[in-house]
C-alpha cells in the first residue's frame, strides 16, 4: 500500500476582490457594430464602463479638405448611413449660410419633407433593432416592411435607397417625378396605419416593459453634462428641439404640427416610446409638407451656380435637429473651393459617452439593453 500524498491549493483572499476586465467587442453580437466596451465588473456588476471608439474612423473631417463643396456632400452622408439626407442637408445648410444664399421656396419644403421621411426611415431600424436585441424578433420584420415602403419614395425621387446625394447647394438635384407626391403620401398613410404594431406587440410586451422599465436611467443633469441630444436627451426631460426653438427650413411654418415628445424617466424603455412617438409625428409632418407642396406653383428647386464654387473667406456654424440628435456643422473658409475645416459634431458620438455615467453599478445582462437604448451608429461617432 503507498503512502498517501496530501496537497492543499489555496488561492488566498486577494483573489477574491480581484476584480474581472472584460472586452465586448469590437467585434461582437452585442457592440452594435465595430464598438468596444472596457468593462470592469464585480461578479454579474459592472463597477466602470469605457467605451473604446475609433475602429471605424474613416478621417472624413481631414477629407473634407480635399474635396470641393460639390463633392463633400457625398463624404458627409455616410458616418450616419441610417440618417444620409440629413447629414447632406447639414452640409449645404452651412456653405448656403457662408455665401448668403437663398433657396427656393419650392425646395425648402422638399427638402423638410424628405428629412422628414427620413427620420422615420431611421426610427424604423431602431423601433425594430432593439427588441430584437432583448430576445424579440418579429418586430424586425415590421420595421422592415415599412421601411421597405418610405424607402421606395426615396429611391424614385434620388435614385439611391441608403446614400441619397439628393442635396445640392443652393437646393436638391432635381425636381420630383411626375406623380410622386401621391405616391408618397400613400407610403405615409400605409406606414401610420400599421404603426401601433410596436404599440401592441412591443410596448404591451411585459418582457420587454420588465427589462427595460427603471433600467439604465440617465437624469436631466447628467444628459447636460456629457451633450447628449435627440431622442435620449428628451426621454430624460431635457425638453429641447431645434426644430422648434432655433427653426430652418420649413419647420418655422409647421409649429402647429410639430410635436416635442419628452419623457421624465429616462430609462430605457422612456427611450423607446419618445422614439416611437416621434416616429409618429414626422409622419404628420410629412403628410403637413404634402399638403403644403400641393398648394405651391411648379418653380425651380435649385439655385444656378458657377462652375467653380468657392466661398468667401469667413466662418460659419450650422446645425440641424437629424433623427438620432444635433448635429453641427463648423466651416472655415480661406475663399477657395475646398473648405479650409469642415468640424462635424455628430449626435451619436455625444450620446455614447454617456455609458460611462450609465453602465457602472448595473448588472451585466442589462447592458445589452442600456447599449440598444442609445440609438447610436458606430460611423457616427468614428466619422
Known amino acids: 500500500m503507498s503512502p498517501k500524498t496530501e496537497t492543499m491549493v489555496g488561492i488566498g483572499g486577494a483573489a477574491e476582490s480581484t476584480d474581472m476586465v472584460l472586452n465586448i467587442g469590437p467585434q461582437h453580437p452585442s457592440t452594435h457594430g465595430v464598438l468596444r466596451l472596457r468593462l470592469v465588473l464585480d461578479g454579474e456588476r459592472i463597477l466602470q464602463a469605457e467605451p473604446v471608439i475609433g475602429y471605424m474612423h474613416r478621417g472624413a473631417e481631414k477629407l473634407f479638405e480635399a474635396r470641393d463643396y460639390r463633392q463633400i456632400i457625398m463624404l458627409a452622408n455616410r458616418h450616419d448611413w441610417l440618417s444620409a439626407f440629413s447629414n447632406e442637408l447639414g452640409v449645404v445648410l452651412a456653405v448656403e449660410r457662408m455665401l448668403g444664399m437663398e433657396v427656393p421656396e419650392r425646395a425648402v419644403w422638399l427638402r423638410t419633407l424628405l428629412a422628414e421621411l427620413n427620420r422615420v426611415l431611421n426610427h424604423l431600424m431602431f423601433l425594430g433593432s432593439y427588441p430584437l436585441e432583448l430576445g424579440g424578433i418579429t418586430p424586425m420584420f415590421h420595421a422592415f416592411r415599412e421601411r421597405e415602403e418610405l424607402q421606395a419614395a426615396l429611391e424614385e425621387v434620388s435614385g439611391g435607397r ?177 473648405p479650409y475645416r469642415l468640424k462635424l459634431r455628430s449626435a451619436s458620438y455625444n450620446n455614447i459617452q454617456a455609458l460611462a455615467e450609465l453602465l457602472p453599478g448595473t448588472l451585466v445582462s442589462d447592458m445589452v439593453a442600456i447599449l440598444g437604448s442609445l440609438f447610436f451608429v458606430v460611423g457616427d461617432i468614428d466619422k
Not at 225 to 232: L, T
Not at 286 to 291: G, H, K, S, V
Request: net charge neutral; hydrophobic share 35%.
Open 162 to 338: 441608403m446614400h441619397f446625394m439628393f442635396n445640392r447647394v443652393g437646393g436638391l438635384k432635381e425636381d420630383l417625378p411626375l406623380g410622386w407626391t401621391s405616391r408618397a403620401r400613400q407610403a405615409v398613410a400605409s406606414v401610420r396605419s400599421r404603426m401601433d404594431v410596436y404599440d401592441r406587440l412591443v410596448l404591451g410586451n411585459e418582457i420587454f416593459r420588465g427589462r427595460t422599465r427603471g433600467v439604465g436611467a440617465l437624469t436631466p443633469e447628467a444628459a447636460h453634462s456629457y451633450g447628449v441630444s435627440g431622442p435620449i436627451a428628451r426621454a430624460s426631460g431635457v425638453d429641447f428641439d431645434l426644430r422648434r426653438d432655433e427653426p430652418y427650413l420649413a419647420y418655422g411654418e409647421l409649429q402647429s404640427v410639430l410635436k416635442v415628445v419628452t419623457r421624465q424617466e429616462g430609462d430605457c424603455l422612456a427611450r423607446f416610446e419618445c422614439l416611437l412617438e416621434q416616429s409618429h409625428n414626422a409622419l404628420d409632418l410629412a403628410d403637413a409638407c404634402l399638403d403644403r407642396l400641393a398648394d405651391l406653383p411648379p418653380g425651380p428647386v435649385n439655385q444656378r451656380l458657377p462652375k467653380v464654387l468657392k466661398a468667401p473667406e469667413g466662418h460659419t456654424y450650422a446645425w440641424t435637429e437629424n433623427p438620432l440628435g444635433i448635429n453641427g456643422y463648423y466651416l472655415v473658409s480661406k475663399g477657395e473651393k475646398t
